[in-house]
């Protein structure tokens, strides 16, 4: 099941901004719409389970993404890397791709 922040992102189509422009709230029986700052109309139940789909492909991504990041490393090892020998770090690279790939 997809986050509601994912379901709204799909619903608008562009970030959402959740400390401004959509104010969720959780009152102990789940996560809620309590304020839309938008200037699209706020979704109902049916058009947030409408997008279910498309914001479960985007949250398993997200985890690929993260998954991702951690094994190519931080940006200077990288770099350093890619200075001493750049096929190996693009075969490295591929190969973290192939292992980890997105939908």
């Known amino acids: 099941m997809a986050k509601i922040t994912s379901k709204i992102i799909q619903y608008v189509g562009s970030d959402v901004d959740f400390d401004r422009d959509v104010i969720l709230q959780d009152d ?4 809620y719409i309590k304020e839309w700052n938008l200037d699209i109309a706020k979704p109902t139940d049916a058009q947030l389970s ?6 479960d492909k985007m949250d398993r991504n997200a985890k690929v993404d993260a998954i991702r990041r951690n094994a190519y490393g931080n940006i200077e090892d990288q770099l350093d890397e890619i200075y001493h020998d750049i096929n190996a770090w693009k075969l490295r690279i591929k ?9």
């Not at 102990?28 to 996560?31: E, L, M, P, T």
């Not at 409408?50 to 914001?55: F, P, T």
């Not at 190969?95 to 939908?103: F, M």
């Open 28 to 31: 102990g029986d789940g996560v």
């Open 50 to 55: 409408a997008v279910e789909n498309d914001a």
């Open 95 to 103: 190969k973290i791709k192939e292992d980890n790939p997105k939908e």
